[in-house]
């Protein structure tokens, strides 16, 4: 068993792995993904469709379904203690109270048949251990916190009753009413207008400085990242591939999916050129590459990248990490002289450049 | 709420109506007809038989005009002694009788008489509701707790070796006919084995009176524990019949409704609230399954009315349905559309219930 972190860091996540077993045979969804989250940060976790964000987010709330799922190995320490010890009751004391999430679908997330009030009075009931008049009451407090109006009258509705922004306001509501002490949201805008998300990520961003929470912020949306978040973790199949700063990784992103990640948005500039693309797609599950998983896709990709894993390490000093073998020492015996093909020829050198010393 | 009740009321109106004309007609194209039954019954005079033929509008070779004037009259529309849809005191004759309006048909609560015994047929229906009440009621109960239950409990422990067991009885109940399900429980647990009686709703040996009789009643008020436990060792084997099939088909309908509804998205913000499980799944899983299963068990209350028809034949069970097996076989046309129509009465109104009670559930219905 590892030892608990030091006590700025409210969220240890090391090494974590969980599988779904389906008909077909194992998904790795999570395979060995560590990062922290100190108190009242805000961390980003970016990736394509597929690569393990939800997974990775149900996991620390422990909301996998077993069976399918099952949470194979790892260790979340958070807020002094590994939470994947503790048993499901123990558990109950600290989903909702400690830790809350928002989720990607406010559409569907809310019960139909029970109103707003209901709702959250339920979890401040449950963790606050106060009566239904009070838990009522903070309701209200936290409807009118994340800014919809009426909240007295809001209180008594239905979901139905409300436009999607204002469903995501009400989870955002509901996940803050017990004063958790990290906030996860999985995609919190994905669904909602552009206008909308503009102003749940305003709003998001206020309750945070307000409350102290830490946020675990998960999105595709790099310019989401950019405005938000201070510390950037890159996932890919499953894997993390690249941690560091928010400045760090989007100014000089090491991790070539990375690159292509940024590469990829569109820009104001080139309008009317063809998009950067990441070519191909995103590994079959069952078929995981056995070295580098970005390999098959990788522009650079050399000898070593299809037969060994790349380690998660820091280029320098710092929280920086990339699991790279351009940026790594190749394992002994592997030659590293890569193979490449002139297109890619000047960049190689440059990536290349301080590592093969 | 009360306007969407009182608008749901009243849209039941033309179903009734249109229910009625069906039961009516298709009796009355029936081979045969009323006249014909009359002229076999020794007991009656050719005069008799002429008068009634006249209270009722009935005509012994009818065009489609003398039809809807037998129903009309049969509805109490029109007045069939005095010809007109005016009423003896003048006044339109579908109006209630103590409001000038006529007395004769359905709506003034005249059913005509039996064509087999003579009497009121609304009396001789009366006279059989408490058994079929008796029945219906205890199946119903127990046909929604079990299937509900069952339901719930496969789908919370899916795959469990509980989910496994109520999936294979399921599958041999679903298969079996009703009445091969009575006869076979009679020959078991009746003739063989003994434990349970298969005729009847009381031991007529130790009963002072019929059953459902004033003096009945009375010596069943002034003890009433040795005639419920009669009632009840006498419904165990037509209950089981009635409503193993449909429960077997319904305990998968609740799983299935459940699985759906854990799936949900809420259910899964529910969890992440850190609420109980139990409460997961009765406040948010439960609740939000109840719709469909709402929806279904009204649709299936006709299922149990046509059911109970076989099973009280099978059981001798003194009640509506037992009568209507009777009914046919004797060819007793107004006691039989009299039944048609009050089971279709009951129908209607407990899917009003059910409609009622769906509304109640889920907020998103607009009442207006
Ligand atoms: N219940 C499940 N059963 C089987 N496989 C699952 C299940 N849930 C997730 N997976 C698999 O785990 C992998 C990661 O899924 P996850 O939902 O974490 O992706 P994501 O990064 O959140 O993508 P998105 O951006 O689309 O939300 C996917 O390959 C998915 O097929
Ligand atoms: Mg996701």
Partial sequence: MGTPPPPDVLLDVRDLRTYFRVMDGTVPAVDGVSFQVHRGETLGVVGESGCGKSVTALTIMRLIETPPGEIVGGEVWFNGRDILTLSSDEMLQVRGAEMAMIFQEPMTSLNPVLTIGDQIAEAVVAHKKVGHKAAWDRAIEMLQLVGIPEAQRRVKQHPHELSGGMRQRVMIALALSCDPKLLIADEPTTALDVTIQAQILELIRRVQEETGTALLLITHDLGVVAETVQRVVVMYAGKVVETGTVDEVLQDPKHPYTEGLLASIPSQGLRGTRLNVIRGSIPNPFRMPVGCRFAPRCPYAFDPCRDHEPPLEGPGDGDRRVACWLHSRPPFGIEHRPRYGTSTATALAQRTAGVAS | ?368
Wanted: glycine share 8%; with cysteine.
């Fill in chain 2, 1 to 368: 709420m009360t306007q969407y009740i009182v608008r749901r009321v009243i849209q039941a109106i033309p179903v009734l109506f249109l229910i009625s004309v069906v039961s009516f007609v298709l009796m009355m194209q029936a081979p045969g007809g009323p006249a014909a039954q009359f002229n076999q019954n020794p007991h009656i005079s050719p005069a008799q038989i002429n008068k009634w033929l006249a209270d009722w509008c009935l005509v012994r070779q009818p065009t489609v005009m003398d039809t809807v004037r037998e129903y009309l009259g049969w509805l109490g529309v029109w007045n069939c002694t005095g010809g007109s849809f005016l009423s003896a005191h003048g006044l339109p004759n579908f109006l209630p009788a103590f409001l000038g309006g006529g007395t004769n048909g359905i709506l003034h609560g005249d059913f005509g008489y039996s064509i087999e015994t003579g009497q009121p047929v609304l009396q001789m229906i009366l006279a059989r509701l408490p058994a079929t009440l008796i029945l219906m009621g205890t199946a119903f109960v127990l046909w929604a707790t079990i299937a509900i239950l069952a339901g719930v409990l496969a789908a919370v422990k899916r795959y469990s070796f509980f989910d496994q067991s109520v999936t294979f009885v399921s599958y041999v109940f679903y298969s079996l006919p009703t009445f091969w399900l009575g006869l076979i429980l009679i020959f078991i647990f009746g003739v063989t084995l003994r434990w349970f009686p298969v005729q009847g709703i009381v031991n007529v040996r130790n009963t002072p009176a019929p059953f459902a009789t004033s003096a009945y009643w009375a010596a069943f008020a002034a003890n009433p524990l040795p005639y419920l436990y009669d009632i009840g060792a006498h419904l165990v084997l037509p209950v089981v019949t009635l409503i193993a099939v449909s429960i077997a088909g319904d305990s998968r309908f609740v799983r299935s409704a459940m699985l759906d509804s854990l799936h949900q998205d809420y259910v899964r913000t529910a969890r992440a609230k850190g609420i109980s499980e139990r409460q997961v799944i009765v406040r948010h899983a439960f609740r939000n399954a109840m719709l469909p299963i709402l929806t279904n068990l009204a649709l299936e209350i006709a299922f149990l009315f046509s059911g109970a028809i076989v099973t009280e034949t099978v059981f001798s069970w003194p009640g509506m349905g037992r009568l209507y097996y009777d009914g046919v076989n004797a060819r007793d046309y107004f006691l039989l559309m009299g039944i048609l129509l009050i089971g279709s009465v009951l129908v209607v109104v407990m899917n009003l219930v059910a409609d009622i009670a769906y509304a109640i559930a889920d907020p998103r219905i607009r009442y207006d």
